[in-house]
């Protein structure tokens, strides 16, 4: 698809020198039945110079090709308006540059805003005084989160305090929905003010992708879907998000598990292979189950979620299973899951999801994103 755009925009903006050679009588153009006088001319030469350079932005992957050809296409439009009937067949071209271009810019809008909460979420971990996790610290957790700990292998290493980490998914809309779609997806923590950023990319087709992000920052959950970073398929906040985004974060601390240490977390135990976690922040509190086996590794997490945002909306179990586990950067973490919502009509298994890449603390500096900011 980017090799055909590429052609389009960069041929596109070959046609317009016609326009330039015709004004100056460079060449003998016949196919073109009025005259072009050399003002316009120049402007046929304008538009011919900005595709091209957009176009070799647009290439390059530069952030700046869709504003210069935003500007081309509008020149190109009134050019074409003028010599309409021989040039209308280039308003084609016109329209797929300015679709493209215009869901670029919002693409690059939306990976700008997401950018700005990850700064948020990670600039009070600069000044955090490194701890080691002691068996002391761990003592009075009951059993099973104890043992998980132990399996796991934190006690002894460095406490983190702040997590990147890359995923490889497939998820599924609805209920109904038979096929997969194949999603990759990056998220970071933050544990000393528990806060998440997760941003997610996903096919729907070759020709329609989905771009979302969900949050948990100052005690505050939201969530946003779009069509082509453009439109909105999904944009929640409220109470309820707040605390269905608390309880995910809470879910989710298995990928870090010396976060189970957090003073705005508080154990039960259940039995010898569960206990009850909940998690109060800033005003916003959530619950959930941790379930372990014979080893003490982690197998399943369930809470009681709102399912939607709407004013009757219901709490709903929802369910993490784990299918595999390795030890990453010296952690045993689950790296193969998949998210259930536990529906009347049926369980709705709506996520499957690999951990391909994390990092932790200081190895966390390492990420693309903080690369490009520091950059």
């Known amino acids: 698809m980017k090799l055909i755009f590429s ?3 960069i041929l596109h903006g070959a046609i317009h020198l016609l326009g330039f050679l015709k004004a100056f009588e460079i060449s003998y153009l016949p196919q073109f039945s009025c005259n072009f006088s050399k003002l316009s ?8 110079i900005l595709l091209f350079i957009s176009g070799i932005g647009f290439i390059k992957k530069e952030n700046w090709w869709s504003w210069l050809a935003i ?6 439009t009134v050019l074409i308006i003028t010599v309409w009937k021989d040039a209308k067949f280039g308003m084609i071209a016109n329209l797929i540059i300015l679709i493209v271009a215009v869901v670029s810019m ?3 809008r939306f990976n700008n805003k997401t950018e700005t909460e990850v700064a948020q979420i990670l600039e009070h971990t600069k000044t955090i005084n490194i701890t080691k996790v002691s068996e002391a610290e761990i003592s009075g957790l009951p059993e099973p989160v104890k043992r998980w700990l132990e399996v796991s292998g934190v006690v002894g290493k460095e406490k ?3 997590v990147w980490l890359k995923q490889k998914a497939k998820m599924k809309m ?3 929905q038979e096929n997969w779609n194949d999603a990759t997806a990056e998220q970071y923590f933050t544990v000393q003010n528990p806060a998440f950023v997760w941003k997610v990319k996903m096919k729907i087709s070759p020709f329609i992708k989905i771009a979302g992000r969900d949050k948990f920052i100052n005690g505050k959950g939201e969530m946003q879907i779009k069509m082509f970073s453009l439109l909105n398929i999904v944009n929640e906040k409220g109470t309820k998000m707040d605390e269905g985004t608390l309880q995910r974060y809470l879910g989710e601390i298995v990928w870090f598990p010396s976060a189970a240490l957090s003073p705005f977390i508080t154990w039960e135990a259940i039995d ?5 976690a909940t998690i109060d922040y800033k005003g916003t509190k959530g619950a959930g189950t941790f379930h372990f086996n014979e080893n003490g590794d982690f197998i399943r997490y369930s809470a009681l979620r709102y399912k939607g945002n709407e004013p009757d909306a219901e709490r709903v179990e929802w369910v993490i299973d784990v299918k595999e586990h390795a030890v990453m950067n010296g952690i045993k973490i689950p790296v193969k899951m998949t998210a259930t919502w ?3 009509e049926g369980d709705w298994t709506w996520l499957d999801l690999e951990i391909t890449d994390i990092r932790y603390n200081s190895t966390f500096r390492q990420t693309p994103l903080l690369k490009q900011q520091r950059g």
């Open 41 to 48: 001319g120049m402007f046929w030469l304008l538009a011919t």
């Open 272 to 276: 010898s292979h569960s206990a009850k």
């Open 7 to 9: 052609t389009i925009i």
């Open 106 to 108: 919002q693409t690059d």
């Open 71 to 76: 500007v081309a296409v509008v020149i190109s």
């Open 160 to 162: 983190i305090h702040a």
């Open 342 to 344: 536990k529906l009347d």
């Open 174 to 176: 609805k209920p109904e």
